[in-house]
């Protein structure tokens, strides 16, 4: 049986901020309470759409590089928003999160319910650690997640 | 003088950062740049100082697409240069890790990234929102997600595999994980049959350069991981001769390096169209009676019909898989240990990486350490016979509007299925109309 509810952090440790949505899955499954499953994700769009196949409640959460102030948080009710398409570009998939959204919409293969959290990055040259903003910003949306998962649950 | 210009500022369903720009002046082509503006990553040079172990993880970092093609040039590579034999059933798990990689690529690319070319659409989403389509995409994305499977089954995750090492695997999958997989092999047979059947139908734009076709060759497999580079002109060397035949250059427009015969000058191409050129009676069985009943015939010149190859490349992808799980025994070991007190050394490698030829070599010091690496991915080979195509191609589409121009000029650079994040040591198009 799949889980009613599963936090999918997106990207890769090894070039800066984009590991933020990895970092906020793990810290998510340190401290949540609700029955939730956590996976952490390369980005990579096919295993993704495979991964919140069956799941009834989804928040994924990635970095983004839009050119907007880093640190800046958004939040997308997948049902309800079109994913901006140069969004999360972010990725050596060809074929990455806000694709994969899209895709799985016109497929009728979106979870009921899919919340995706953005971070917009700074810094995603090689190397490990996070900007001190966005490792802030990863806090901010933990407490949010938590509060919505615990709320959700 | 009349300059007119096609302008690709960012280059869609491409892996990576680059543009095109094309310039006309009095409807004569003047200047073709591919400009690949995704920034240098120095790999080779942060390879150096590393223990010869780390490397397979490294340069897996290079492609999140074809992350196993620089496993296996470099582990080989390796292997050569610390005169270590991987124990028996390594090199068929090889294999089929490689199949894999190059189901999910080929499998991405076929349906997700070129058929909108010849379908009139913008992305394979728009197609998807088209009933008639939806089960072409439906049969791209399980497609991509068995070669998914079989990369997680084997090393460990669908993405940089973590599972590869010199001397052979870490640990290799147990038999039943992958009879596992065995029905979806066995579908995903037959809808690659289908999909060639399907690519055959397609309006190919008609376009024949004279390409030099190189690929690996081995005298009874269809080319992964051994054999001599051979080209179309009858160059016949082994791998570890590639320097004296091919070399690199600087150009100033672009942050990847070009690529050329060191004896001819020639540029050449790699890929789908040269390994099957030099490598159709190679073929698996299966592949090789669906390209008989479309009535295929070699070589195949038009960069275009490259998708019909990576179609026929699937089938043999997937009927070889289904042969490697059902005679698989797990290696045990799984891995020759290297023996400790190895002198310097140095080996060199090439292997098939989906887009073509991937060519390796480290120089180890006696402490293990790398002293030199060199890396000469695919793409950049290929790059240089872009710009000539183009070249070529644009005077016959002048009596187009510059959109439809514009749009055919990507489409021809798509057909490389061109990887610049590997490239870069690469694309946006400008078509100019002086």
Known sequence: ?153 | MAERRIDVNYLARVEGEGALRVTLVDDQVTEVQLNIFEPPRFFEAFLRGRGYQEVVDIVSRICGICPVAYQMSAVHALEHALGVTPPPGVRALRRLLYLGEWIESHGLHVYMLHAPDFLGYESAISMAANPALRPLVERGLRTKKIGNQLMTVIGGREVHPVSVCVGGFYRGPRPGELQALIPELEWALEAAVETVRWAATLDYPAFTPDYEFVSLSHSDEYPFNEGRIVSSTGLDIPMEAYEQYFVEEQVAHSNALHSRRADTGANYLVGPLARLNLNFDRLSPRAQAVAREIGLRLPLKNPFMSLLARALELVHCFEEALQIVAGYVEPQPSRTLVPAGFPAGQGAHATEAPRGLLYHRYEVDEHGLIALAKIVPPTSQNLRRVELDLWEYVPGLLSLPLEAATLRCEQLVRSYDPCISCATHFLKLDLIRV
């Open chain 1, 1 to 153: 049986m799949p889980p009613s509810t599963l936090i999918l952090g997106v990207g890769n440790d090894y070039c800066g901020d984009d590991a933020v949505g990895l970092t906020v899955a793990r810290r998510v499954q340190a401290r949540v309470t609700a029955p939730v499953a956590v996976r952490e994700a390369t980005g990579e769009g096919a295993a993704l759409i495979d991964a919140w196949q069956g799941v009834e409640n989804v928040y994924l959460i990635d970095a983004v590089y839009s050119g907007g102030e880093p640190g800046t948080i958004y939040r997308f009710e997948a049902q309800t928003t079109t994913l901006p398409g140069k969004f999360f570009h972010y990725s050596t998939h060809a074929f990455s999160v806000a694709e994969a959204i899209e895709l799985a919409r016109a497929l009728g293969q979106l979870p009921p319910h899919l919340v995706v959290y953005g971070i917009e990055g700074r810094n995603f040259s090689a190397g490990v650690g996070l900007s001190p903003e966005i490792d802030n910003a990863a806090a901010e949306v933990l407490s949010r997640l938590l509060r919505e998962v615990e709320n959700h649950a």
